[in-house]
């Protein structure tokens, strides 16, 4: 079974994604060695907090050029999704790039509280990494900006307006939902990770 190295910066929902991994008997490693990362089978890449906190500390440590150049199987969560986008709004930061997609603040609704925190589901896929969960199932979004449909989308959830809860793009996949806390359906696409 391949190894996972999880990317340490100051932004990552670490313990939480090294529990998920625990829960279905894979190791991992937890580094902000570029060579390790660079060498790593699979890599999961968390996140919690501000955009522009967050590349700034990728930008400290070298990562932001390294990340977009990697091969391997890689999975970026919630913030660590909306910085392998190009913008962000939140922080007026550049990102990644990875996805040629801006990141942007749900707009204002009567009723609609934001951020969006809770249980919403997922449906249209177009993804590997979706094997085995059912249209409709439901995750664990916490999150006041989004990244809008594009050709980079492969599963949907509505909040406001229709938005990507999952984006890829060749060897990168991304969740705007907390993989690492979203259950079953969470668990089996840890495991179609592992598995690609």
Known sequence: MPEVTIIKYNAGNVMSVMYALERIGVQYKLTDNIEEIQNAD???FPGVGEASTAMKSLQENGLHQVIPSLKQPFLGT???MQLLCKHSEEGDVDCLGVFDTP????????????????W????NFK???????????????????YA??????VAETDY??????????????????HSEISGDVGEQIFKNFINL
């Open 148 to 153: 809008p449909l594009s050709e980079y989308t």
């Open 78 to 80: 919630c913030v660590g």
């Open 120 to 123: 919403n589901s997922i449906s």
């Open 127 to 145: 993804s590997e990494l979706l094997n085995g969960v059912k249209e409709g199932d439901y995750v664990y979004y916490n999150h006041s900006f």
């Open 103 to 118: 990141i942007v603040k749900f707009p204002q609704k009567p009723d609609f509280k934001i951020p969006q925190t809770g």
């Open 42 to 44: 699979r890599i999961i």
């Open 160 to 177: 406001i307006l229709p938005y990507s809860g999952m984006l890829q793009k060749d060897n990168f996949y991304a969740c705007q939902f």
